[in-house]
């Protein structure tokens, strides 16, 4: 028994640090029909771009969903969760004073995530007139990448502290059950 779970945890970890050290993926491309926006707070950080788009919510969410999802190397898919947030936090999460209808994250766990936040004009004031033409919203993406040696080393203390930990639990029981006996 223990001999199988030896390399059951063996298998586990080798697929686990393989996972980690998949080549990050490139910033995902814009929907078709958008525009990149030139504006100073959209091009100050080279992790963050702006469009503006007439694509709804939803398409702009599938667009960004199969962008992420694209193979990194040979085929391989890495899985990834949307997680929706409220549109206040785009204030912390993409940029300070960033409008916001709508925030969502699609996220490789454990490695990284790409941020979609979207404006949508809700009134006549904000239209978004840009280079003579109108537009649905504004969306803004934000890829929040790791290293992966700093992912790999961190997995190896877990995995060295799952080892550890399960050695302990194991003598514990052990005592007890030799306490149990005795008695």
Do not use: C
Not at 60 to 83: N, Q
Not at 119 to 141: L, Y
């Amino acid at each position: 028994m223990k001999k199988i779970t030896t390399i059951l945890f063996i298998f586990i970890s080798i697929f686990f640090i393989t996972y980690l050290l998949l080549p990050n993926p490139f910033f995902p491309e814009p929907p078709l029909d958008a525009l990149q926006s030139n504006e100073p707070a959209d091009s100050e950080d080279v992790m963050r771009r702006a469009y503006f788009t007439n694509y709804n919510r939803e398409e702009v969410m599938e667009h960004y969903v199969s962008e992420f999802k694209k193979p990194v190397t040979l085929g391989l898919h890495i899985p990834s969760y949307r997680l929706n947030y409220p549109p206040e936090e785009a204030n912390v999460i993409i940029r300070d004073r960033t409008r916001s209808t709508f925030l969502e994250e699609i996220v490789h766990p454990l490695r990284e995530s790409v941020y979609v936040n979207g404006f949508k004009p809700t009134s006549e004031k904000d239209a978004i007139f840009i280079e003579g033409k109108e537009w649905n919203q504004k969306i803004t993406v934000r890829l929040v990448s790791s290293a992966s040696l700093i992912r790999v080393v961190i997995a190896l203390v877990t995995l060295l502290l799952v080892v550890i930990l399960t050695s302990e639990w194991g003598t514990s029981i052990k005592g007890i059950f030799n306490q149990r006996k005795k008695q």
